[in-house]
């Protein structure tokens, strides 16, 4: 399972989750860190990725498309790289049994 950080979350979180998902990417590294959302979408979709994002438009967009791709929602409001990393972590299996579930669009990952 691999994770695309959308441009609203931190590059650095690539790096600092590589040991639970080891073929992560920001779209910065694939020069899409200034793309609308249908073309982030896209390559989230084409690729195989969980698409990871502070972007409430994402959730939605879920809601109108369907997935590919799954949805991993960050809604923990204003706070630090630190504690995103922490809240992945922490919930690590159940993002890992959210991306298995046949039938979910997207995961909250909120306080």
Not at 40 to 45: H, P, S
Not at 72 to 86: D, P
């Amino acid at each position: 399972m691999k994770l695309l950080f959308d441009q609203n979350l931190s590059l650095k979180l690539v790096r600092q989750l590589s040991d639970l998902f080891p073929y992560s990417k920001h779209v910065k590294d694939i020069a899409l860190d200034q793309a609308d959302d249908e073309i982030v979408w896209n390559y989230a979709r084409d690729h195989d990725f969980v698409l990871t994002s502070k972007d409430a438009g994402f959730h939605q967009r879920s809601f109108l498309y369907g997935f590919p791709p799954k949805v991993l929602w960050v809604a923990l409001g204003n706070c630090s790289t630190t504690e995103i990393e922490k809240a992945i972590q922490k919930n690590n299996l159940r993002i890992i049994a959210f991306v298995q579930d046949e039938q979910a669009l997207f995961f909250v990952l909120g306080n």
